[in-house]
């Protein structure tokens, strides 16, 4: 069974730049989550989707950050403009609710903003 | 909102020997989890714990639920090169599929 998948899996761009990453969940699970991880820091919440809705965006910084999950499968995350603040590694992770939750996550995105 | 405070930051040990490690929280969590991260790559689930007193083990790896349901413990038993990375304790506050609070992460490394 494939993984979660995301992409690209690194990412440099100037700040004031628009940024997208892209993540493709585990077949068949219907939350998906972005997370924001800084260096030397655990993984942050952004955001969370329950199929295409969104249904905790309460930590995603709205001024320039939006999310979008239009079918209820793969998602894609979107920084315009970018700040020197936002690099950082973006993880994207999935659950099937289903009993016992778990949250899997993909490779991540590191992106540096210069 | 919702901390967790995990020890130790890093440890140095040497091969062979066993590791513990701890996480708490000032307010109580539902379900812990434990994972690991190397770099550049994303944390792989380890152990997921889901009721309070619960120790689950996976091969050399040992996880417990505390009483309390503000902390959890892992411990890696008899270490080898490849347990290198940093482990992070996770926790649910919520039901269901929630967002996860992660520690900051033990940073383990091995000296063979």
């Known amino acids: 069974e494939a993984g979660v998948v995301q992409s690209p899996r690194y990412k440099i761009i100037e700040k004031k730049q628009p940024v997208a990453f892209w993540c493709n969940p585990i077949?068949?699970?219907?939350?998906l989550y972005w997370y924001r991880q800084n260096l030397g820091q655990g993984p942050e919440l952004l955001i969370r989707?329950?199929?295409?809705?969104?249904?905790?965006d309460s930590q995603l910084p709205k001024d320039r950050f939006s999310a979008e999950r239009l079918k209820g499968v793969d998602s894609t995350l979107k920084i315009q403009p970018a700040e020197l603040g936002d690099s950082a590694v973006y993880l994207c992770?999935?659950?099937?609710?289903?009993?016992?939750?778990?949250?899997?996550f993909g490779q991540g995105t590191r992106l540096t903003v210069v | 909102g919702q901390q967790l405070n995990q020890s130790p930051q890093s440890m140095f040990i040497q091969e062979g020997e066993d590791v513990s490690m701890n996480c708490t929280s000032s307010?109580?969590?539902?379900?812990w989890l434990w994972y690991k991260q190397d770099p550049g790559e994303g944390p792989v689930l380890l152990i997921a714990?889901?009721?309070?007193?619960e120790l689950t083990s996976n091969g050399r790896l040992t996880a417990q639920f505390g009483i309390t349901r503000k902390d959890s413990f892992l411990n890696i038993s008899a270490s080898i090169p490849s347990d290198v990375g940093i482990y992070f304790c996770?926790?649910?506050?919520?039901?269901?599929?929630?967002?996860?609070?992660f520690g900051k992460g033990t940073h383990l490394i091995i000296q063979p």
């Open positions: 992770a999935s659950s099937l609710v289903r009993g016992q939750v778990e949250a899997f």
């Open positions: 077949s068949g699970h219907n939350t």
């Open positions: 989707y329950e199929n295409e809705e969104a249904v905790d």
């Open positions: 307010s109580i969590f539902n379900t």
């Open positions: 714990l889901y009721k309070a007193g």
């Open positions: 996770a926790g649910r506050a919520g039901g269901g599929a929630d967002g996860l609070t």
